[in-house]
């Protein structure tokens, strides 16, 4: 029945071209969900654009994470409101959708408090987005749909269709069972997952013959991947990895997020073996401190962090290290600060978030009543990103007059000039023709910019 409704649908909406706008807010994952929610909608008729006034379907795609994000939604939310408005005095409809984590965690509120939104799922549900869309257009009233599936939404991913250009994500595991104090990610994602092997393999062949050179694997807690294999066994990260650049054409995988007790000792083998795996490791640590790395249940200490560095930097020497910093988690005292500065200045990073702790409704750390002020988490945040952008300058800066790979995705912003990145991915730009963007070819880096590094071809540079 369902499906003999979805083709009538299809049929009204090729009469008339249909639109689609995602406004998308937060990680890559994120990003992922929202181009994996425009593959669930092109068979139904919807094409993408990006006039928020032209889209017959708007959806929010929402992060939780951090800051004020329930405000935000709503904030834009009004905006979104003001479109549907002006499109039903021209006598267009327009559904109204909020996904993500937000509308995981937030769902009733959302819809009391804007009720002219027509659809809020969660980032388990979005493969039963057509049905949604059908259930507002048979007029039968605003749909929730936020409890976790029994079904897995990696059940019903249809393939890509498109690639966006020569990079792309793929979502491989997704949701966190370690429950850190200030992380809402166990609550709005659920439990921790890992897609099937053969899922994983199918979409990055397709990715590959649509032209993607190198795939970022997501996921919450990547390195603790262990999906079902073709072969009945259990597979880790290494082993997918290795089976993922035999796929003709792949030349680069990357995987992003990591925590450190996941990080095993033959990952960090990999990355001395697997070439098709780039030396760049984001591998959040949080905080210097044993004290707040306990009070954040981490896992894990200082000690043991610096350890498992200096391991990874023994198997793979140039690898550039990235970090996720909280400031002003609750209890977090001077010294503990002074721990955090420390190890930055001990391990150097060559990339590195940081943001100041805020309480997430519904996590542990929320409740304390240990809060550290906000003016003394805004003075600690500002020394520490003093230090990381030096750091990230002093490492951009040592690429100056060494020749390496650059994977070209794009075209430069001057004219003449193709952009790509390096392997420890820095934005370089070089003068070259553009039937060189897609390829990877050696790159002379001659010069540090603000926001990039230049460089020039090596002249005999056939494609790597
Ligand atoms: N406050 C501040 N930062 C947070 N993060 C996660 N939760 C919070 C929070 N409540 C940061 C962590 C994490 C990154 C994705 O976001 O550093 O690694
Ligand atoms: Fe959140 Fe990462 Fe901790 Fe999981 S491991 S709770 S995703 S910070």
């Not at 498109?162 to 200030?182: M, Y």
Request: hydrophobic share 35%.
């Amino acid at each position: 029945m369902v499906d003999t409704s979805f083709s009538n649908m299809t049929h009204s909406t090729q009469a008339t071209e249909r639109f689609l706008h995602v406004i998308t807010w937060g990680c890559q994952m994120n990003v992922y969900d929202s181009n994996r929610m425009v593959d669930l909608l092109r068979p139904l008729g919807y094409k993408v654009t990006d006039k928020s006034e032209k889209a017959d379907i708007l959806i929010l795609n929402t992060c939780h994470i951090r800051d004020k994000a329930t405000e935000k939604v709503f904030s834009e939310l009004g905006r979104l409101r003001q479109i549907k408005e002006y499109r039903e005095e021209q006598g267009q409809e327009t559904i109204i959708a909020v996904a993500g984590c937000v509308a995981q965690a937030e769902g009733e509120i959302i819809l009391k408090r804007a009720p002219y939104v027509d659809i809020v799922f969660g980032p388990q549900t979005y493969h039963r987005l057509p049905k949604m869309i059908l259930d507002i257009a048979r007029k039968s009233g605003n749909v929730i749909e936020t409890d976790f599936p029994v079904e897995s939404k990696f059940d019903f991913l249809p393939a890509p269709e498109e690639a966006q250009g020569h990079t792309a994500f793929l979502t491989i595991q997704e949701g966190c069972d370690k429950f850190c104090s200030f992380c809402v990610v166990p609550y709005t994602r659920g439990a921790e997952e890992s897609r099937p092997v053969q899922a994983i393999i199918d979409e990055a062949t397709r990715l590959c013959e649509l032209g993607v050179k190198e795939i970022s694997l997501l996921g919450q807690n990547v390195n603790a991947y262990h999906g079902q294999g073709p072969d009945g066994n259990i597979w880790d990260l290494v082993k997918l990895a290795e089976k993922l650049s035999t796929i003709p054409g792949l030349k680069r995988i990357r995987y992003t997020t990591s925590h450190p007790n996941d990080m095993s000792d033959s990952l960090i083998a990999a990355h001395r073996d697997l070439p098709a795996l780039m030396p760049f490791l984001h591998l959040p640590v949080q905080s210097g401190s044993d004290r707040v790395l306990k009070a954040m249940n981490r896992g894990h200490t200082a000690k043991e962090y610096y350890e498992l560095v200096d391991k990874i930097k023994k198997a793979r020497p140039d690898i550039a290290l990235s970090s996720d910093f909280i400031i002003g988690h609750p209890g977090e005292s001077i010294d503990d600060f002074k721990a955090t500065m420390k190890l930055v200045n001990d391990i150097t990073f060559a990339m590195a978030y940081s943001f100041k702790y805020s309480p997430r409704p519904g996590t542990s750390a929320a409740v304390s009543t240990n809060q550290v002020l906000e003016n003394e988490k805004d003075a600690r945040l500002q020394e520490l990103q003093a230090v990381l952008k030096d750091q990230q300058t002093k490492f951009n800066q040592d690429t100056v007059g060494r020749t390496i790979p650059i994977l070209f995705t794009n075209k430069g912003r001057k004219e003449g000039q193709i952009a790509g990145k390096s392997p420890y991915l820095q934005a370089v730009h070089v003068q070259g023709d553009e039937s060189l963007i897609g390829q990877e070819h050696l790159v002379e880096v001659n010069e540090c910019l603000t926001f990039s590094l230049s460089g020039n071809l090596v002249k005999e540079s056939i494609p790597l």
